[in-house]
C-alpha cells in the first residue's frame, strides 16, 4: 500500500506556509523566519547538484543545525553583517510545488525557486538564483515548522557571490 | 592605482607571474587512483590534472593538440581516455595521442608530436603539485625556500605526515582584484572590524587579536620570496585553540600518535600552535584547517577556492573540520562573505583614480628580522603586505 494521500487542506497549507517563508527571508524579518524552524532542525545547501552528497564527506555550503542557524540569524541582526548590511533587495518565486507525506506524520515538500537579489552592500549588482528546495515540515502546537530543508543551487559546484542573506 | 584596476597589467600578471612562476594547481590526494583527473587553471590558462595508470601525475594544457578545443569540461571525474568532441581525437592517461579519425589525410603523420601538451615544469612537496609554463627558472625548492616548513606545519599534524583533500571544493567569486585575496587572508589589522559581527555573536579563537593592542602576541611573517604568514600561536594558551577546542578518547588516541612519532614536546608544540596561516605565493593560501587557492579571472574578478585539510590517520577530526570550514570559508559562511564585500568596495573605491597611491606603512617603527632571516612583526601591521608588494614588483620588472 502506497503512502497516504496529502488532502488538498495540506497541500494548500503547504503552499501558504512555502509562501510565508519566502516573502520573511526576502524581507530580511530574521526572527519570524528563525521562529518556523523546529528545534531539532537541519538547514542545508550542498556544495553540489550530486544527489549522493553527503555532508559527513563532503562541503557543503551550509550545513547548520539549529545552534549555527540562530548563530547566522543573530549575526545578520548585530548590524554589522557588512555582507548583508544593509539588506539586499530581494524577491523570490516558488513554483512546481509538489507534496507528500512522509514517516511520523511529517510533510515533504518540493519546490523550484527564482530570487533576483539586489545586492546593495558595495556598487549595486543583481544577482539570480535558482534552484530546488525540499521542505521536511511538522506540525508543531498545530502550527507547519521547518524540521528540514535543502537547497539545490543549479550552480551549487561553480563560484558564488556571497550567500549571506537567508535562502 | 592602476595595479588593482588596469586590464594590461593584469595580463602582464599572468605572464611573469602565473606562466613563467611556480603556481599551485592541486594535492595529489584529490586524484588518490589511476584515472582520476581535476581540471584547474594557471592563471587563465586551462589545464588538466591526471593520475596516469602507472600512479604517476601529470598535468597537461587542456586543449586539443588539433584545434585547440578543451579536452575535458569536468571539474573531476575519472577518465580512461580523453576524447575530444570535435573531431575525434583521442588521448591517454599520459597525454598520448590515440588514435585520429579519417588518418588518410595525411601523408604522414607522427602521432608522437601531438599529444596533450605537458606543462612544461612540474613538482611537488608533500602532495601539494605546482606547474610552471615555463621551462627555464628557478626550481620549485628555490621558490618555496624556507616557506616550506608552513607546509610541513600542516601537513605534520597527520599521525601519517600527510593530508588529504578529498571534502570538495566551494568556490566563492569575489568581484575584486586578485590581489586583494592574499593580501587580507594574510592582513591581521582587519579581524574586529570586518568580522566585528562574528565577534559579538560568539567565542572564537581570534578573540586574542582583537583586545588591546599591547596584548595581542600573534604576530606576521615575511618568509621571502612573496610567502608571507600570520601567527596566531603566540597568542594560543593551550593545545586545539586553532580548532576550538578538542577532549574525548578520540583526541587522547591522536596525541598519542603524533607523541610516537615527535616526542612529547615536539606533539606538545604541534597541537598548541596547529596548522599554518600563510600565503604561498602567488595562489596557494594555507588557511590553517583549511587549503584555500587564489583563482584570477579578470582585473576586476578572480574566485576564492577552499576546502578543509582532512589528516590522515585521524578521521576522528573529518566532522568537525567539514563544520569548521562551513562557518569560516565560502559565500555563506561567518566569515569570508564580510571579507569579499570588503574587497568589492575596495575596488570601487580605487576607480577613484586621481589618489595614485594607498597607505602601507603600518609596521613600519616596530618591525625587526628573526634570527633566521624573517621579518616579524605585531599581528596588525602591514608587514606582510609589503613583503608581497616587493616581491611582486621584482617578479614584474625582471628581464
Known amino acids: 500500500m502506497g503512502p497516504a494521500a496529502v488532502s488538498e487542506a495540506e497541500r494548500s497549507a503547504v503552499t501558504e506556509f512555502l509562501y510565508i517563508e519566502a516573502r520573511l527571508a526576502d524581507e530580511a524579518r530574521y526572527a519570524e523566519w528563525l521562529a518556523l524552524w523546529t528545534d531539532d532542525a537541519v538547514y542545508w545547501v550542498p556544495a553540489t547538484t550530486d544527489p549522493e552528497a553527503d555532508p559527513e564527506k563532503h562541503l557543503s555550503h551550509i550545513y547548520d543545525n539549529r545552534a549555527r542557524l540562530e548563530t547566522r540569524v543573530k549575526l545578520l541582526q548585530t548590524g554589522h553583517r557588512y555582507s548583508q548590511e544593509p539588506p539586499s533587495h530581494m524577491r523570490r518565486l516558488i513554483s512546481n510545488i509538489e507534496v507528500a507525506k512522509a514517516e511520523e506524520d511529517e510533510l515533504v515538500a518540493g519546490s523550484n525557486f527564482l530570487l533576483a537579489e539586489l545586492s546593495i552592500q558595495a556598487r549595486h549588482e543583481t544577482h539570480w538564483w535558482v534552484g530546488r528546495a525540499t521542505h521536511r515540515l511538522r506540525r508543531v502546537d498545530g502550527e507547519l515548522r521547518i524540521r528540514s530543508k535543502k537547497v539545490v543551487l543549479i550552480n551549487a559546484a561553480e563560484p558564488l557571490p556571497n550567500l549571506a542573506f537567508l535562502i | ?399
Request: glycine share 12%; hydrophobic share 40%.
Open chain 2, 1 to 399: 592605482m592602476s595595479l588593482y584596476t588596469d586590464p594590461r597589467i593584469f595580463a602582464d600578471e599572468m605572464e611573469r607571474i602565473f606562466h613563467r612562476g611556480w603556481v599551485f594547481v592541486g594535492h595529489e590526494s584529490e586524484i588518490p587512483g589511476p584515472g582520476d583527473f581535476v581540471t584547474r587553471t594557471l592563471g587563465t590558462q586551462p589545464v588538466l590534472m591526471v593520475r596516469g595508470s602507472e600512479g604517476g601525475v601529470s598535468v597537461f594544457l587542456n586543449r586539443c593538440a588539433h584545434r585547440g578545443t578543451m579536452v575535458c569540461p569536468a571539474a573531476q571525474g575519472n577518465a580512461r581516455t580523453f576524447a575530444c568532441p570535435y573531431h575525434g581525437w583521442t588521448y591517454g592517461l599520459g597525454g598520448e595521442l590515440l588514435g585520429v579519425p579519417y588518418p588518410g589525410g595525411y601523408a604522414s603523420f607522427d602521432k608522437s608530436a601531438h599529444g596533450l601538451p605537458r606543462v612544461p615544469r612540474l613538482s611537488s612537496y608533500r602532495g601539494f603539485v605546482f606547474a610552471s609554463l615555463c621551462p627555464r627558472g628557478p626550481s620549485l625548492g628555490e621558490h618555496l625556500g624556507a616557506a616550506t616548513r608552513l607546509i610541513d606545519r600542516s601537513c605534520d599534524l597527520s599521525p601519517e605526515g600527510e593530508i588529504e583533500l578529498s571534502a570538495g571544493w566551494v568556490k566563492h567569486q569575489c568581484a575584486a582584484n586578485w590581489k586583494m585575496l592574499p593580501e587580507n587572508d594574510s592582513d591581521g589589522y582587519h579581524l574586529g572590524f570586518v568580522h566585528l559581527a562574528l565577534f559579538k555573536t560568539i567565542r572564537t579563537q581570534y578573540r586574542r587579536v582583537v583586545g588591546d593592542e599591547k596584548t595581542i602576541r600573534a604576530v606576521v611573517r615575511d618568509w621571502g620570496h612573496g610567502h608571507i604568514e600570520i601567527d596566531w600561536s603566540p597568542g594560543y594558551e593551550g593545545p586545539f585553540e586553532w580548532l576550538g577546542g578538542a577532549s574525548g578518547s578520540g583526541v587522547d588516541d591522536y596525541v598519542a600518535a603524533l607523541e610516537r612519532r615527535d616526542g612529547a614536546e615536539a606533539a606538545r608544540r604541534r597541537i598548541v600552535e596547529g596548522p599554518a596561516h600563510a600565503l604561498i605565493f602567488p595562489n596557494l593560501f594555507l588557511g590553517e584547517t583549511n587549503v584555500a587557492i587564489v583563482q584570477p579571472v579578470s582585473v576586476e574578478e578572480c574566485v576564492h577556492w577552499h576546502t578543509p585539510i582532512f589528516l590522515k590517520g585521524a578521521p576522528q577530526f573529518n566532522s568537525r573540520l567539514l563544520r569548521m570550514s562551513e562557518a569560516g570559508m565560502g559565500p555563506a559562511s561567518f566569515l569570508m562573505p564580510d571579507d569579499l564585500i570588503v574587497a568589492r568596495r575596495n575596488q570601487a573605491g580605487l576607480q577613484a583614480s586621481l589618489a595614485e597611491w594607498i597607505e602601507l606603512s603600518r609596521g613600519l617603527n616596530r618591525e625587526y628580522v628573526d634570527a633566521e632571516g624573517r621579518g616579524v612583526s605585531h599581528v596588525t601591521d602591514e608587514t606582510t603586505n609589503r613583503a608581497l608588494w616587493r616581491h611582486y614588483r621584482q617578479v614584474m620588472v625582471e628581464a
